[in-house]
């Protein structure tokens, strides 16, 4: 990814890139292959790609909320563990202020709540989880309903944090937002990346 975006940015230095993958290239060809004519081919792939659209788009957020601290707290997936979220939500009430998040997956069932609920879900479902995980925050990105349709919009905004270097825990997405799920430790940074953004969009 890394190399299509300098490719078709235009900073790419080809010769040292062909260099770089002339090896690999070697291998799946079975013959050599002279860095000049890796090259030649590196230009002209870069002149079909710029006639296609960019794969990252420029994404307008609209607001950005954030939670912590967080906890990841993990279950095998069971028919008695999803009969236990279902009284769960009958029988404890989530303030609009706490952040509570389920994904039920084939063999996991995963939950993402504020802190302060943590001992709640664990009285609750009274099962030794499989993992426990805190010391976590969400950064949730909103953007234009009009974005839902357009490809490479979820992509492009995972592409700000992951060239951060920055450890995406868990993601979160609904019809209009996209919420990060990472460290603590984390939390000033992504927050700031996307608050940077906001600004220059504004």
Known sequence: MEAYYALTSGYMNMSSYAQHIRPAVETLCKKQ?????????????????????????????????????????????????????????????????????????????????????????????????KFIANGLAAVGISFDPKHFNIPNTLFSLILIVARARINIAEIVSTYTELTFIIAEKDFSKTAALFSELHKKQK
Not at 53 to 78: D, M, Q, W
Not at 102 to 129: D, M, Q, R, W, Y
Request: glycine fraction near 2%; charge should be positive; charged fraction near 25%.
């Open 33 to 129: 292959v002279a860095v000049n004519s890796l090259v030649v081919s590196l230009s002209r792939l870069r002149e079909e790609l710029k006639k296609e659209k960019s794969l990252v788009r420029e994404v307008a957020i609209t607001n950005i909320t954030t939670r912590l601290p967080l906890s990841e707290i993990i279950y095998e997936n069971t028919n008695t563990l999803t009969g236990k979220l279902e009284s769960f939500h009958k029988n404890i009430a989530i303030a609009r202020e706490n952040f509570f998040t389920t994904t039920i997956g084939t063999s996991e069932l995963n939950i993402v709540c504020s802190s302060a609920l943590e001992n709640k879900v664990l009285n609750h479902f009274n099962i030794k989880p």
